[in-house]
């Protein structure tokens, strides 16, 4: 009876540092049980200014390329555009971790401005790029200056009350999944746009002499919008030396010197040995190569010619194709998503629908001998299946990943991650457009002709993905005291 009227006043005595931004939040957290929307709209909003530029110019990388006059032969296109599309991956996959870094030290709000400001100028410049090499290089850049992906998860997590981690964490998924579906799109509608508008944009105007500007440019504004709003959000990070107030806090509501202890060993733990972390960290940089591959072929492959095994579509019907992907996708994460998850678990929904993606990418050849109505009808509805198997994939595993460690250390855990899946997505371009190229050049091959090939070649990396999924490769996290006593 003793030791329970000790806790209370201790309770009470939660210390916050005056002036400290970190302390702040965590007020502020004390006092409003709910969820802020605002927060949330932050989130979205930050996250879909970096991945937008990501993913835009999948759709018009096909023209763009060609217009350089880098290539000798059609078929060799594809291979210079999966050079461009790499070069932003790989630029990530160097500073990532420097990022994480810079935000534990500084904070995760002045990475997020300077990350959004990457976007503004970098983005721009490669709308305006006039050869292959100022595309590589203005990609290349926007990768390594745009460190936004990782401290934003920190950011969401820190946010948020502990109960309503779980939703911040997966509106970055969200915004993330949806981005790379409404840049394409964005792309694809608003690339060479004095062919397709030509009552707006007139002949010989900056926008014929600088095709693939408009989207860019109109990506870069959001962005200018997110810097701006970005003024005001609060910082997460404390000022102050150590952890103390929350630390004690926690420590008093434990009630339990062992939880102490086990706290102290959690903070030296290294995140390497984790072997639920990093082995859910290769299956999500497995399924990473296989999404950004995919996005490349998936374009690339749908403006090829009839001749070459594609759909002969112009940059209008990637993104029309595109944007039913992206409205079946939001409607799937806010209605169905979380209450199929609850029923099967991250993993378990994640293996079926890794499973029945096989067979629906391999028929994507077949759906190309289809033309007119039907040939849009159904790959309309091919690609709103895909791209819903592959957000629940990679939403899942990136629950797994932020379930298994500790919350002072999701930032590095989330560095760790963004690394690992920027260089296998900076792989993953450059891949695809080769082995398009390749496959093109055999279409009268016995085994697997044409673009047969390179979507086998693709499912054999979603099924290397679906078998690491199961165990004994991917780890459970283990069950601690503090668990327990939760």
């Known amino acids: 009876m003793e030791e329970e009227h000790m806790k209370v006043p201790l309770l009470e005595k939660k210390q916050y540092h005056e002036g400290c931004p970190g302390c702040k939040v965590e007020q502020t957290k004390e006092l409003n049980h709910g969820v802020s929307i605002i927060n949330l709209l932050i989130i979205w909003m930050v996250v879909l200014s970096a991945t937008l530029p990501a993913s835009s110019l999948f759709p018009f990388l096909y023209f763009m390329v060609r217009d350089f006059n880098v290539a000798k032969e059609e078929a060799d296109i594809s291979y210079y555009a999966g050079y461009v599309g790499s070069a932003y991956m790989f630029g990530r996959a160097l500073t990532s971790v420097s990022w994480g870094m810079i935000s534990d030290r500084y904070g995760r709000k002045p990475v997020i401005i300077m990350g959004v400001i990457a ?24 990768g390594s200056l745009n460190g936004i992906l990782g401290p934003v998860k920190a950011y969401a997590s820190e946010l948020f009350r502990e109960e309503h981690q779980a939703i911040g964490l997966s509106t970055v998924s969200a915004a993330w999944g949806i981005g790379l579906i409404i840049g394409p799109a964005l792309g694809g509608y608003l690339a060479q746009p004095a062919e397709k508008y030509p009552q707006i944009f007139s002949k010989g105007s900056f926008c014929d002499k600088f095709p693939y500007f408009l989207p860019c440019f109109i990506i870069s504004g959001f962005a200018l919008t997110v810097a701006i709003v970005c003024i005001w959000i609060p910082e997460t990070l404390h000022n102050h030396s ?5 630390d004690d806090a926690e420590t008093v509501e434990n009630g339990s010197i062992r939880v102490v202890k086990e706290k102290t060993v959690q903070k030296n733990e290294n995140l390497f040995m984790n072997w639920p972390l990093m082995s859910s960290i290769i299956v999500y940089c497995v399924f990473s190569l296989h999404d950004v591959a995919y996005q490349e072929v998936f374009s690339l492959w749908a403006v090829s010619p009839r001749r070459l095994g594609g759909l002969n579509f112009t940059t209008d019907d990637v993104g029309n194709v595109l944007s039913i992907s992206g ?6 994460q806010l209605f169905i998503y979380p209450s199929v998850e609850k029923a099967c678990g991250p993993i378990g929904f994640a293996r079926i629908t890794g499973i029945f993606s096989i067979p629906l990418l391999q028929s994507y050849p077949f759906i190309a001998l289809l033309s007119g109505t039907a040939l849009y009808v159904v790959i309309s509805i091919a690609s709103v299946f895909k791209n819903v198997m592959s957000v629940t994939i990679t939403t899942g595993l990136f629950l797994i990943q932020n379930r298994v460690v500790e919350q002072h250390q999701r930032g590095a855990a989330n560095g760790i991650s963004m690394t690992g899946m920027s260089l296998f997505k900076a792989i993953g371009p450059a891949a695809g457009g080769t082995i398009l ?6 279409m009268d091959a016995s085994f697997l002709p044409g673009t047969q090939m390179v979507f086998f070649f693709l499912n054999l990396v979603e099924g290397l993905g679906i078998v690491l999924m199961f165990k004994p490769f991917l780890g459970e996290k283990k069950k601690t005291n503090s668990d327990m006593l939760h």
């Open 327 to 332: 409205l079946a996708l939001v409607i799937y």
């Open 437 to 442: 190229t390749w496959s093109q050049k055999r």
């Open 119 to 142: 976007v503004i100028i970098l983005n721009t410049l490669f709308g305006l790029s006039t050869s292959f090499w100022m595309a590589i290089i203005t990609r290349f850049l926007l």
């Open 242 to 246: 150590g952890n103390e107030s929350r």
